[in-house]
Antibody, heavy 118, light 108 residues
Framework: QVQLQESGPGLVKASDTLSLTCTVS??????????WGWSRQPPGKGLEWIGS???????YYNPSLKSRVTISIDTSEKQYSLKLSSVTAADTAVYYC??????????WGQGTLVSVSS | SYVLTQPPSVSVAPGQTARITCEGN??????VHWYQQKPGQAPVVVIY???DRPSGIPDRFSGSNSGNTATLTISGVDAGDEADYYC???????????FGGGAKLTVL
């Protein structure tokens, strides 16, 4: 069974870059059919997909966030990362890392709240 | 972009059947997945590929997909089923994931 754990600052200043890392445990990190992704959920609101990356390093982004998002992968550490630039209060959310297989988000991290301060 | 529309809320008495819909253009051509999210927790998939159920999910949960509407059906609802439910599809070309807005299930 795969386990995912987010890590990173819980507070980011407006206009700065939000950076989070997801550490993956389990045996499926190198499976070519998996995509390693990020989703977020503003307080009291619904889920939004941010983007994902394959083991080979090909990244895919939500068009609405594409200009501000970078997802990268470190296969040696079994980690992948999210960077979201020029954050505003609207980027305050619980950020989840998650595994996407066959189009199904079948594993989620516990989530980490990131607040943007002015 | 692909828009998925869910009712904001669904209410049902204990023991009754809850049906949560997810509308999208020709959604029957896509594979729909459903997630349950309880307060303070990460989502959990309860139905995938329209109607398949992961191990550990009770058979009270079922799914269907036809025309422009996919439906999650929960029979014999109890208080433990109170949660937000999200539908989701995947674009195989650009790997983008689309979620519905979520439906809050209330057990009366």
């Amino acid at each position: 069974q795969v386990q995912l754990q987010e890590s990173g600052p819980g507070l980011v200043k407006a206009s700065d870059t939000l950076s989070l890392t997801c550490t993956v445990s389990g045996d499926s990190f190198s499976y070519s059919g998996n995509y390693w992704g990020w989703s977020r959920q503003p307080p009291g609101k619904g889920l939004e997909w941010i983007g994902s990356i394959s083991y080979s390093g090909t990244a895919y982004y939500n068009p609405s966030l594409k200009s501000r998002v970078t997802i990268s992968i470190d296969t040696s550490e079994k980690q992948y990362s999210l960077k979201l630039s020029s954050v505003t209060a609207a980027d305050t959310a619980v950020y989840y890392c998650a595994k996407l297989e066959g189009g199904v988000v079948d594993n989620w991290g516990q989530g980490t709240l990131v607040s943007v301060s002015s | 972009s692909y828009v998925l529309t869910q009712p904001p809320s669904v209410s049902v008495a204990p023991g009754q059947t809850a049906r949560i819909t997810c509308e999208g253009n020709k959604i029957e051509t896509k594979r729909v997945h459903w997630y349950q999210q309880k307060p303070g927790q990460a989502p959990v998939v309860v139905i995938y590929f329209d109607s398949d159920r992961p191990s550990g999910i009770p058979d009270r949960f079922s799914g269907s997909n036809s025309g422009n509407t996919a439906t999650l059906t929960i029979s014999g609802v109890d208080a433990g089923d109170e949660a937000d439910y999200y539908c989701q599809v995947w674009n195989t070309d650009n790997k983008n994931v689309f979620f519905g807005g979520g439906a809050k299930l209330t057990v009366l």
